[in-house]
């Protein structure tokens, strides 16, 4: 069972990322789908979920600018981060059932 991430990479203060986690292998539309980023010298951190039931929740310092979706035919989460800050430099990890991805590099600087 595999999560493969992508859609990492370089961006300005106040622009935007889409991440993507697919998950081909997995059982996909009974579960809860995670994200979660550590940024440089911190513990990880929940970043969101989007539930079976397409609810969503986010940690308080993303809420407003990130948006998690979910596409149970294609069995992939995506989440759409807008207004990206130096403090969102982390390394971004999806999680369902157990099994983690191996994470993608994102990285604010101007």
């Known amino acids: 069972v595999q999560l493969v991430e992508s859609g990492g990479g370089l961006v300005q203060p106040g622009g935007s990322l889409r991440l993507s986690c697919a998950a081909p292998?997995?059982?996909?539309?009974?579960?809860?789908m995670y994200w979660y980023r550590r940024a440089p010298g911190k513990e990880r951190e929940w970043v969101a979920v989007?539930?079976?039931?397409?609810?969503?929740d986010y940690h308080g310092s993303v809420k407003g600018r990130f948006t998690v979706s979910r596409d149970n035919g294609k069995k992939v989460t995506s989440l759409e981060m807008n207004n990206l800050q130096p403090e969102d430099t982390a390394i971004y990890f999806c999680?369902?059932?157990?099994?983690w991805g191996q994470g993608i590099q994102v990285n604010v600087s101007s």
């Open positions: 999680a369902v059932g157990g099994t």
């Open positions: 292998g997995i059982n996909f539309s009974p579960l809860a």
């Open positions: 989007i539930t079976r039931d397409f609810d969503t």
